[in-house]
Nanobody
Framework: QVQLVESGGGLVQAGGSLRLSCAASGRTFSSYALAWFRQPPGKEREFVARISASGDATYYKDSVKGRFTISRDNAKSTVHLQMSSLKPEDTAVFYC????????????????????WGQGTQVTVSS
């Protein structure tokens, strides 16, 4: 079992930065791939970024490449999402998700590939 708690959301002006954090419980954090999803107002939840269990592989939604960086600290059981050059269209509730990083591998952009979810943190970008 893994419990995830997000933090770091808030209100920021366009062009600004925020750093989201997701703290995980459990002794096997280093066995899990972690991802960030977001759900804009009135829209479906969408993939944002993913990092492998070891941290050596990262993947991003095209629209956030070059602006967002996902990282993890296995010693502290924490994953971060550093967001810069924020745009109003980044406004959403951001969710942390986890799944064991082992075969059979599922499509990592799909919500159904993740077993554990946090409660979400609101990010609002004003124009």
């Amino acid at each position: 079992q893994v419990q995830l708690v997000e933090s770091g959301g808030g209100l920021v002006q366009a062009g600004g930065s925020l750093r989201l954090s997701c703290a995980a419980s459990g002794r096997t954090f280093s066995s899990y791939a972690l991802a960030w999803f977001r759900q804009p107002p009135g829209k479906e939840r969408e993939f944002v970024a993913r990092i492998s269990a070891s941290g050596d592989a990262t993947y991003y939604k095209d629209s956030v490449k070059g602006r967002f960086t996902i990282s993890r600290d296995n010693a502290k059981s924490t994953v971060h999402l550093q967001m810069s050059s924020l745009k109003p269209e980044d406004t959403a509730v951001f969710y942390c998700a986890a799944t064991l990083d082992r075969p059979p591998y599922k499509p990592f952009r799909s919500m159904n590939s993740y077993n554990y979810w946090g409660q979400g943190t609101q990010v609002t970008v004003s124009s």
